[in-house]
């Protein structure tokens, strides 16, 4: 192992305050307010759930397509809008914050003044068109130890909205029904025919021309068995004022009259304690209301058996409170803060993620590299903040996000995705506000967490399927197949020539970034370079002697922007394997180079080379083919092909119907009730041959619509006329 | 998706309606032979098979023998004025998306003075389900010539024969815009008739079925050519529509194959002269329904009523200086 520190002037020299040395990599970004980026974000304020928020930048791109025309006036304003634009970005970042719309007038304004222009001069109408055009609008914020916080309850907002219409859709479509259903029995009663009932019904301008008395006189009276049993009105009135009264959201638009209406309860918590015991202070509540909804449901159906259903609404107690039921009512936000929250509330967070409880945990972790041994420790949530999400997916019944600030744009889908979901869900995300790492933004440090794998994205969720294939995704980080992520480096040489070379971007690159491990760093101008020194992630891939032999370093550079080498301790790349491992072992997950099927491939290919080895030719295939003949498709065969089914035709030349095509038109019934009746489905077959006489047989099927009564042969022979009721009956059988 | 609580405990509740819990206490009045019977049963048929609930259950109508349906239903009904059934039953629909929501109306009715009513009802799109019961003649007044009665029929309004060609409720249909469900049944086929009325209640959207009845007492003999050849009569069937039993498709073997979404073949099926056709011309199911487009955010609820009411009113409301418009309107 190697500690020597390598022998150069300044590695004794105090660490800088300003500009600290950095990653090479990101130098580039040294200006990073000139840049157009993910941030600032504007928080939209429109509800629709498909864009709670959206880069400003994007924002700007829209307005500029719908009012920058082809051409030099059109260039003229998307310049002025630009330049716009870069100001808000300034603004913002010197930490003003606003609604869009604000500070586009605020800026817009300073614009125009410091250019000179007159008002409604070409500026002013260029940036009036585009504000014209601008269709959003809301909260700008810019990335620092504010925005996950604000981001999320932002989204969480909006869908505690969404679920608050959905709710009031239903309770109130119940409470209208309900209400119905007692303003008809009210209709029906002696009160509703009153006199008294009656005046009030004309209003306010009475005259005295009508003689309410009377006209309720003359009025039907109200029948005792046209009114709904009392203790079915008993029971919709109760129903009724629970749904009224429930605190759980506002009531919206509509006030409803509500004599005993609590205040709504509040949903968001800055502890897991407070929204563990709030939920259970509640439980009876929401048990009350469960149960009304469930009654109101069967109500408004009239399905509510009192001997069937009492008993069990009697009973109902939490174990019958079904997901569909809690999904209905809001979720918590709890919002812990590393180095903030009460360290003990990281057990009551993860009690309440293994449970089934409707709440939304936010960890915000503003540093994930940790304290170094001589400073006081911090009071930190748990060991490894780094690592809280993934031992939350251990959990299983939980939705995990975890996120730098910079990709929570492109994790917007799966991050309402998770606000929806109905359970318990835990979102990790890093700000990147690291106190220790001064001179560096959080955005490029929350992108640069990301990008060394100190603090992947991904997303777990148990409800997108049943394997970890579907509920596992790593897909946001970049370059996920490989151990770190590979960039181009260009810079210049000694002798002034543009050079290129690939690096990578480890862990190492992010640990030189904070100040605290500036110990286990040494800053190796181009003079001092050795071939002994090998880039960390070559070094880490060195085995035995070699690891002695070489010195890791890390691409940087200085103040002035002048390459050096930047050689980092044992300190350092311990840190780093733990977190290859922590990667290699999420990138398993993902199934990228999981370990089983690696090893089942390695197996299979020795099976193969020896099976090839030992059988001259190899087997023409190994997977059987389909020789099995292709099963004949079962066609529905036309239904004339059907089995024959037999008449409804008696033997012995009875008297029949083709009771299928009767229209019930009653003819054959008038002729006689006994010999012709209805079947199930209200058509007619001949009940009783004997139930009445030959001539009525005949008579019938002569006046039978369709033609379908058949009278067959007389049974009594002794019956007159039959001769001629028999050549009649001819035509018929 | 595991079904909701309510949903368990409803099915606790067991129902089991008969034909007879359809029947009302009224013995229908139609002449005897009357076609408007097999339109009865059949809807009794369906009522029970669906085990539509009576009380969840209305049939409207305007005038004529085939409004007199709703009284021979043991469900909610309402026997409404000439003509304007549909806009009744619109209005039904839309306050309780609800209930089964059936018309009855005949070729006077429908065609004649409730032929607005009735283009802008299939325009609309609503979730109904309308019999046209056409017998071509007005039979509750005592034969007059309809919209649908034949050139040349001698009437009491008509007696040297009916000068105009009769209108066709099925080209007239399929004409609308947001057509969904064009159907035409006869009422000596039952069992045609009923499986026709149980797709009409089973599609989305307004099904307008046209159900070609016999009226013994004032059209004699008009239709007894079909009656009694069964090879005049063209039964549609297809996969998506009408699947005939084999009793019955050994009887009707005059069968076409008709796609229900193949609308200038409905046409020209909806035009024949000589033969009859039964069965579905069209169905689109993907046409939007009007009650759905419509279904608010919020249900009409008379809180929210009075709530909106009162922002409208104290939009013009003068408030004396010593009134709080802020304490008043809650």
Not at chain 2, 154 to 181: D, E
Request: hydrophobic share 40%; glycine share 6%; charged share 25%.
């Amino acid at each position: 192992m190697q500690h020597t520190p390598i022998a150069t002037g300044n590695a004794s020299a105090p660490p800088m305050s300003v500009a600290p040395l950095r990653p090479a990599l990101l130098a580039r970004y040294a200006g990073l307010e000139e840049l157009r980026y993910d941030y600032p974000l504007v928080l939209t304020e429109s509800m629709d759930g498909q864009h709670l928020f959206r880069p400003l930048s994007r924002i700007i791109d829209n307005v500029l397509r719908a009012t920058a025309t082809p051409g030099p006036a059109g260039e003229a304003l998307r310049q002025q809008v630009l330049r716009l634009e870069m100001r808000i970005r300034h603004a913002v970042a010197e930490g003003q914050e606003g609604r869009l719309s604000d500070l586009w007038r605020e800026l817009s304004a300073d614009l125009i003044r410091q250019s000179g222009e007159a008002p409604f001069g070409p500026l002013d109408t260029n940036l009036d068109t585009a504000r014209r055009a601008l269709k959003v609008d809301g909260l700008v914020i810019g990335c620092d130890a504010g925005t996950p916080g604000k981001v999320l309850t932002h989204a969480w907002e909006a869908v505690h909205a969404e679920r608050a219409r959905r709710f009031r859709k239903r309770v109130d479509g119940l409470i209208l029904r309900l209400s119905d259903i007692l303003k008809s029995d009210f209709m029906k009663s002696d009160e509703a025919h009153g006199p008294k009932a009656l005046e009030s019904a004309m209003g306010a301008h009475r005259d005295g021309s009508v003689d309410f008395g009377a006209l309720s006189a003359v009025l039907a009276r109200a029948r005792p068995e046209d009114r709904i049993p009392n203790d079915r009105v008993e029971r919709i009135r109760k129903v009724l004022a629970v749904l009224k009264c429930q605190p759980f959201y506002a009531p919206g638009r509509a006030s409803h009259f509500c004599a005993n209406r609590r205040e709504t309860y509040s949903y968001t918590f800055d502890s897991c304690s407070a929204a563990l015991d709030a939920l259970r202070e509640r439980l009876p509540d929401v048990l009350d209301f469960t149960k009304a909804l469930t009654i109101a449901e069967l109500e408004v159906e009239n399905k509510y058996r009192a001997e069937l259903h009492d008993p069990i609404f009697e009973q109902f107690d939490e174990s019958d409170l079904t997901s569909d039921q809690m999904g209905l009512l809001p979720s918590s936000l709890v919002f812990l803060r590393d180095g903030v929250t009460d360290p003990t509330e990281i057990t009551r967070a993860f009690e309440a993620l293994a449970s089934q409880l409707p709440i939304t945990i936010l960890i915000q972790t503003d540093d994930i590299l940790g304290a170094t041994s001589p400073e006081p420790p911090r009071a930190s949530l748990a060991a490894g903040t780094a690592r809280l999400a993934a031992m939350a997916m251990g959990l299983n019944n939980a939705f995990v996000l975890q996120s730098a600030s910079a990709h929570l744009y492109r994790m917007r889908d799966r991050l309402v995705g998770g606000l929806h979901f109905d359970g318990p869900a835990l979102f990790s995300i890093y700000s990147g506000a690291t106190a220790t790492a001064p001179g560096i933004p959080a955005y490029i440090l929350s992108a640069a967490a990301t990008e060394s794998r100190a603090f992947p994205s991904f997303t777990y969720d148990p409800t997108a399927g049943p394997d970890w294939a579907r509920r596992f995704d790593l897909s946001d980080n970049p370059q996920n197949d490989v151990d770190w992520p590979q960039h181009d480096l260009a810079f210049e040489d000694a002798i002034g020539q543009r050079q290129s070379e690939s690096v990578a971007f480890t862990f190492a690159d992010f640990a030189v970034c904070d100040q605290r491990y500036a110990r286990f760093c040494h800053s190796q101008t181009r003079v001092e370079w050795t071939t002994t020194m090998v880039p960390v992630c070559d070094w880490l891939k060195e085995t035995g002697a070699a690891e002695y032999l070489h010195k890791p370093y890390v691409c940087g550079v200085d103040p002035d922007d002048r390459m050096v080498r930047i050689v980092v301790d044992d300190k350092i790349t311990e840190a780093a394997r733990r977190c290859n491992d922590a990667w290699r072992r999420l990138q398993e997950l993902a199934g990228i180079n999981n370990s089983h099927a690696l090893k089942l491939l390695a197996d299979e290919r020795k099976a193969r080379e020896s099976a090839a080895r030992t059988a001259e030719p190899p087997a023409p295939s190994m997977v059987p083919v389909a020789d099995v003949q292709a099963p004949t498709p079962v066609v529905a065969s036309t239904a004339i092909d059907g089995p024959e089914v037999t008449p409804d035709k008696t033997s012995d030349d009875g008297p029949w119907i083709e009771t299928a095509r009767c229209t019930t038109c009653n003819e054959c019934t008038q002729i006689s009730k006994s010999l012709f009746a209805y079947n199930e489905n209200m058509q007619a077959y001949v009940a009783d041959p004997d139930g009445g006489t030959y001539r009525q047989l005949v008579e019938a099927a002569e006046s039978c619509q369709v033609s379908i009564i058949h009278p067959g042969k007389p049974r009594n022979p002794q019956e007159p006329n039959l001769d001629d009721l028999i050549e009649r009956a001819e035509a018929f059988n | 998706m595991t079904a909701s609580m309510s949903q368990c405990l409803m099915q606790m509740v067991q129902t089991d309606y008969q034909m007879s819990d359809y029947q009302s206490e009224i013995a229908p009045r139609w002449c005897a032979g009357c076609g408007d019977n097999a339109i009865l049963t059949a809807m009794q048929r369906l009522c029970r098979d669906e085990q539509l609930p009576p009380e969840k259950t209305v049939c409207v109508s305007g005038i004529g023998c085939s409004s007199r349906l709703p009284h021979y239903m043991n469900a909610y009904g309402f026997h409404g004025i000439h003509g304007r059934a549909l806009p009744i039953a619109e209005g039904i629909k839309i306050r309780r998306p609800d209930l089964n929501v059936f018309v009855t109306t005949g070729d006077g009715d429908n065609c004649s003075i409730g032929a607005a009513h009735w283009l802008h009802a299939i325009r609309y799109n609503m979730n109904l389900t309308v019999l046209l019961h056409d017998n071509q003649v007005y039979g509750l007044t005592k034969k007059q010539a309809s919209p649908t009665s034949p050139k040349g029929l001698k009437s009491n309004t008509t007696p040297y024969g009916a000068a105009l060609n009769p209108l066709n409720p099925l080209s007239v249909t399929l004409g609308v815009a947001n057509v969904s469900f064009v159907a035409q049944a006869v009422d000596w086929i039952p069992d045609l008739l009923y499986e026709i009325l149980r797709k009409a209640h089973q599609h989305r959207g307004l099904s307008f079925v046209r159900v070609l009845q016999r009226c013994p007492e004032f059209m004699g003999h008009r239709f007894d050519d079909w009656v009694r050849d069964p090879m005049k009569m063209r039964i549609l069937t297809h996969s998506d529509g009408l699947r005939l039993k084999p009793e019955v498709s050994r009887v009707y073997k005059n069968q076409e194959t008709h796609d229900p979404l193949d609308m200038p073949r409905a046409l020209a099926i909806a035009s024949m002269q000589e033969e009859i056709p039964v069965g579905i011309l069209y169905n689109d199911p993907s046409v939007p329904c009007y009650d759905d487009l419509r279904a608010g955010e919020r249900p009409n609820t008379p809180a929210l009523v009075k709530t909106v009411l009162d922002e409208e009113f104290d939009k013009v409301g003068i408030w004396p200086d010593s009134a709080d418009p802020a304490g008043s309107t809650e």
